[in-house]
């Protein structure tokens, strides 16, 4: 893409209304423009970030057996009147009255719709078990929306919904999620702890939250050191095998949000302690009946008796990840992009448009990097050299690739990495070829 011809409305000024670093720097980053409170359009750049996160977690749900479906944003107020929480889910709903007259809802979230679909479909334990998953936007009208998209109203969501004979098997798919969050999250480059939940208005009796540490998160965590240190992705679990061995080698560290946390009752001593602050990026429940019992999604067993099944949610706040990332991820002057979720692998600047040398030089690596099917972002604009630093920096793709008439004098261009800072002069083919083994 070239920036000269690329939407990317970049701002110099901070904007006064952004109390945290990742609002301030995807408004200044040209990504969200705001709507009204709480509500936001993701501008091209913004949008290409939801879309990598999206697409991680689509496939880590994937390959976790869930399949993907879709239900509708709007949803008939009768069927929470039948699940009993019409009433109960209070101010935050926004309720919504069609030309008919008829009560209509913006979901907050989709349990109710999904056992409606699953009662009127499945009628035997052999259908069962079933992860279905929807990745769609949610309203919930919050009192006070704020950060940007990190407490939104509106917020795109994924939540999938499991269907289990009983409480054993139901427990099962509560821990397929468990590990495939913890690997969903470490493949955003981020590390999010798992702590014992509240279930709020979702109902239940078992939950976790998915909290990744950041200085500026709404919620004060305590983890022992040991949980900080591990890394999902290299071990490498096997969803087949003792789900309930790996999930207690998780739960049994202490994680506590500050709300559960009690220091009489820490067993973990001060120094294996750590204390900061979070944002919750996931949560899991499992709720058996709750669902199930008043709304009849029941199953018939081999004796011919019908049993209501046991079910479980599992959210991840697919919007609030870009900000959770960037809040774990930037430093003065910009975004610092993990590698997976970077809107471009790579900014590549022309440090002087309209000269030949430079055009030419600048060109064949844009050409190169395409053909490789490397993502990237050409700024080909006439501007000054400061000007197109600083947006990179503050965009904060993963690799800047710079191309200037000294440089190219000694066949030299220079190959900078956003997130140590370390900058090199190579070799167009060597930058070429780091670029690309290190992005595909
Ligand atoms: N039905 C369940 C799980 S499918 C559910 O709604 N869970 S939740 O309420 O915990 O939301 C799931 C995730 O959505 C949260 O962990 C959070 O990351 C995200 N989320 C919740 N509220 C907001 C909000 N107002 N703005 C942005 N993201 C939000």
Redesign the pocket.
Known sequence: MRLSRYFLPTMKETPAEAQIASHRLMLRAGMIRQSSA?IYSWLPLGFRVLKNIERIVREEMDAAGAQELLMPTIQPADLWRESGRYDAYGPEMLRIRDRHDREMLYG????DQITEIFRDSVRSYRDLPKNLYHIQW?F?D?VR?RFG?????E???????SFDLDFEASKRSYNIMFVTYLRTFARMGIRAIPMVADT???GGDMSH??IVLADTGETGVFAEQALLDRDPIAEDIDLDGDLDAVVRSWTSRYAATDEKHDPAQCPVDEGQLVQARG???????YFGTTYSEPMNCLVTLPDGTRVPIHGG?????V???VGAIIEASHDDAGIIWPDAVAPFSVGLINLKTGSPECDAAAEDLYNQLNDAGVEVLYDDREERAGVKFAEMDLIGLPWQLTVGPRGLKNNVVELKRRATGDSREVAPDTALAEIIDSAL
Not at 149 to 153: A, E, F, P, Q, T
């Open positions: 709480g907050p979230t989709n349990e949610k919930r919050e929306p998209i990190m407490r939104g109203r917020f795109y969501m994924k939540d999938a919904y709020g208005p979702i939250e998915f944002i919750e990026v996931g949560q899991i429940f949610s599992y959210g991840i706040g919007s609030r990840l």
